[in-house]
């Protein structure tokens, strides 16, 4: 019993001290919700930031698979699009699945974009059903240029920034249509030739593709008009346009396939014979 | 040493009040991160007078605590913290003891024992208790970088206000 006296004489604040703070803890556990779960799951705090690091280096690593898939799926929106596009001003077909455009998407492996002739190649080729004279168009908004020739696995396509591209263009929601070329090395712009010098256009005006080629259907984005004027004893506009899509970025592309894209021309070379 | 309980009572009660009163309603954050909080209370337990028992220094600390935790709907949090910071004023003051050691009358006050004493002993003793507010209030170590960000901007404002109070009132006790 004198010992336990002399115990508390001695360390009599210290043993207040311990007692107050158990107390405490003791009241912050019970009657504090929060900390309450926090002092239950403690363990289970560290074990949901590991799982959540875990899930962030999973996904990191399923991230070709999902990209794969993800372009699969954006592929058959954009077709989904290009058929809206044909059914909004057509007698719709009888068969509503009709639909003459499929998109192959694809990678892209290889790129010039500084030079007067630029080309992309695709990592994808014949055996996927690349051909060709197809058209490739970008992701989001915009036409990457046409497939020049195609091995099993890869795809050489001449871009848009080429001194040979000449690709059918239309004004949305205007009339006339002229061909679309590469003639400044500012891979942002492009030249619209050939829209007759009756036609009324505007700074701003959308241009989309034509669709009279086989190539690309109709309504795909391309860019927009910066400004234009006509030359001195010319009949035609000479329009400067701006690119939606920055072709010095692209990193997928999507092939159109048209069924019937032989056939039509075909037909056109039996004609002009 | 006659006026000394009856102003350390006064000081106790007005800072309860005024921690309660106007400084519960202040909070400052930072894009919904940094928050800033006043927490003037331990003011009134290391502000007394250097010799007080220390039972008694715990003893009103828990009282103190647990009339801040009642308003602030916290049970235990303030008073945890400001048992320990009672505790630890002690090692603190005996760190910080100057040479010809302490009067049986010293108080920790500016006019007392000087800016540099005063300072240095108000800072460890509130950070010590802010940083173990916050660490209650988390109750876990995994929001480290929350508790130290609201340790040091709480630190920061709370130390300003408590030294222009100790300018306005000079105390003798």
């Known amino acids: 019993m004198y010992n336990v006296i002399q115990l508390f004489a001695k360390f009599g604040t210290h043993i207040l001290f311990v007692v107050l703070e158990v107390i405490c803890f003791y009241l912050i556990i019970n009657y504090n919700q929060s900390q309450k779960e926090i002092f239950i799951n403690s363990s289970n705090i560290y074990s949901a930031k590991i799982g959540e690091q875990k899930a962030i280096l999973s996904n990191f690593a399923n991230l070709k698979r999902v990209n794969d898939s993800l372009m699969r799926e954006n592929a058959n929106l954009i077709e989904n699009l290009i058929l809206i596009e044909y059914a909004s001003d057509n007698i719709p077909n009888s068969d509503s699945i009709y639909n003459p455009y499929s998109l192959i998407p694809a990678t892209i492996c290889n790129s010039t974009i500084n030079l007067r002739n630029n080309h992309i190649t695709l990592c994808k080729g014949s055996r996927e059903g690349i051909k060709p004279d197809m058209g490739v168009i970008s992701s989001s908004k915009g036409i990457i240029g046409i497939v020049r020739s195609s091995s099993s696995n890869f795809a050489h396509v001449m871009t848009l920034l080429h001194s040979q591209t000449k690709i059918s263009c239309g004004i949305k929601s205007r009339k006339g249509h002229g061909s679309l070329v590469w003639k400044d090395t500012d891979p942002l712009r492009m030249t619209l030739e050939s829209v007759p010098k009756h036609e009324i256009i505007a700074v701003g005006d959308t241009i989309i593709t034509s669709g009279f080629s086989t190539m690309f259907p109709r309504g795909i984005l391309v860019g927009k008009i910066e400004n234009f004027k006509i030359m001195s004893g010319s009949n035609n506009y000479n329009i400067t346009i701006k690119l939606f899509n920055d072709l010095t970025d692209v990193k997928y592309a999507y092939v159109v396939q048209n069924r019937y894209g032989s056939e039509q021309l075909n037909l056109e070379k039996e004609i002009t014979k | ?173």
């Open chain 2, 1 to 173: 040493m006659n006026n000394t309980v009856p102003t350390n009572i006064i000081r106790f009660l007005i800072v309860f009040l005024v921690q309660v009163w106007i400084f519960k309603h202040i909070t400052f954050s930072f894009g919904g991160f940094v928050f800033i909080h006043f927490l003037i209370y331990p003011m009134a337990i290391l502000l007394m007078p250097i010799k007080t028992p220390r039972s008694l220094v715990l003893g009103l600390a828990f009282v103190l605590g647990l009339m801040i935790d009642m308003s602030y709907d916290s049970v235990g949090v303030h008073t945890g913290a400001l048992v320990f910071t009672a505790y630890i004023r002690n090692v603190i003051i005996a760190f910080l003891e100057p040479y010809e050691g302490y009067n049986i009358d010293d108080v920790p006050t500016i006019k007392n024992m000087g800016i540099g004493w005063f300072i240095s002993y108000l800072s460890v003793g509130l950070l010590l208790h802010i940083f173990l507010y916050f660490s209650l209030e988390a109750f876990s170590f995994v929001f480290i970088f929350e508790i130290f960000l609201n340790t040091i901007s709480s630190f920061i404002v709370t130390f300003i206000v408590i030294l222009i109070s100790q300018f306005i009132f000079r105390t003798k006790y």
